[in-house]
């Protein structure tokens, strides 16, 4: 209105396009990408929260989202009534409502806090309690959102056991995460967007490799961390076992060890070039992502030269003290000086601890404990 003849310019975004794809009944299907690159757009096009521009979008079966956990709960009212009125909301009966609330409360371990109103609980309590109610609901087609990640470590896993039973019961899951891990364990097949694109679909050991391209560059042969006549390696096969374990079979990437027993990772490397004094190492995260043990083998001596066409067995043995979930195995090769990375296998191995109880912490290291009276 003050400068009518100002040019304006303005530039179109297109979250979503030529974005195409079929999902089976009963398939467990996952979405990856970067920030930004339009998966969680997708799931609201799915849910019909957002409308599309062109195409369309065909459902068959009752659909439940999973996107924002505890859309609809009041500040004022405590969980009892707002579990009736979100469960409601997603389309149980108020008598079905009533009749799970004692399972919903339970599971999301809120006994304590049942008259307390939602404004006095801590962000964590309240999306535990909108999980929780989700999963009450009796929905051919599950749309979930990085739902994962909810709560402590305890309850983390308590998620995935859930999902474990939704998959075995046969439902239709879209699953959006960041955790190739998740990936891999989950589902049947997965879909990599970036910037709106598809830029593949099909095996999810294949999209992982290839979201880890995406992120990090093409690490190994071809890498932009790999200069015109830098030495490559190759990361063949990585595996995790207990100590006296027997090796896995090829193709089986997850391994369950009892805390307190000794572990042992282990990764095949060749080498196309000649390097010298390669550096191998493995990371191990926990399920949110946190580094939780790195070791490397440049804290002994020099792993020494390696020829054009060298093999090499590195096994990586320690104590197994890790707190009681789920752990992704990275290893990595880079070379002497630490500067170049000259191959990596992001979230190549999934390693599930067990232990009789769960202390709260990432690690349960031995402890000597003295109690004098006084």
């Known amino acids: 209105m003050l400068h009518p003849r100002r040019s304006r310019t303005f530039s179109e975004l297109r979250a979503l396009e030529d974005v195409s794809f079929d999902i089976a009944p009963g398939e467990f299907f996952g979405i990856v990408g970067r920030n930004g690159s339009g998966k969680s757009t997708l799931l609201k096009c799915l849910a019909g929260i957002y409308g599309v521009d062109s195409g369309r979008v065909d459902v068959r079966g009752r659909l439940s989202p999973f996107i924002e956990l505890g859309v609809g709960f009041h500040p004022e009212l405590s969980a009892r009534d707002n579990v009736a009125i979100n469960a409601i909301m997603l389309g149980l009966t108020r008598k ?145 076992a207990t100590g006296g374990g027997p090796v896995p079979e090829l193709g089986d990437d997850t391994v369950t060890v009892a805390q307190g027993e000794d572990c042992v990772a282990c990764m095949e490397v060749e080498f196309p070039d000649a390097v010298e004094d390669p550096v191998f190492s493995i990371n191990f995260r926990n399920d949110v992502r946190h ?76 402890t000597e404990i003295e109690v004098e009276r006084s």
């Open 96 to 240: 079905q409502a009533l009749e799970r609330f004692d399972e919903i409360i339970a599971f999301a371990e809120l006994e304590e806090f049942v008259d307390l109103k939602l404004k006095n609980y801590s962000s964590g309590m309240s999306v535990r309690l909108g999980f929780a109610v989700a999963i009450q609901v009796d929905a051919d087609v599950l749309l979930v959102d990085e739902v994962l990640a909810v709560g402590d470590i305890s309850f983390q896993q308590k998620c995935f056991d859930e999902f474990y039973r939704l998959k075995a019961e046969g439902r239709t899951i879209v699953f959006v995460t960041h955790d190739m891990s998740s990936v891999r364990r989950f589902c049947d097949r997965a879909m990599l967007l970036e910037r709106g694109d598809m830029i593949d679909i099909g095996d999810p050991e294949a999209i992982a490799s290839k979201y880890a391209e995406v992120n990090f560059g093409t690490v190994g042969d071809d890498g932009p961390s790999a200069a015109p006549g830098a030495p490559r390696a190759r990361i063949t096969r990585t595996w995790c």
């Open 291 to 366: 580094t939780i043990y790195v070791a490397r083998s440049d804290r002994g001596e020099p792993t020494g030269s390696f020829a054009a066409g060298d093999r090499a067995s590195v096994k990586f043995r320690f104590p197994n003290w890790l707190g009681p979930s789920v752990y992704t195995l990275t290893p990595s090769v880079v070379t002497g000086d630490g500067r170049m990375t000259l191959d990596q296998r992001v979230d190549a191995v999934t390693l599930r601890v067990e232990a009789p109880r769960f202390s709260g912490g990432v690690a349960d290291l031995p």
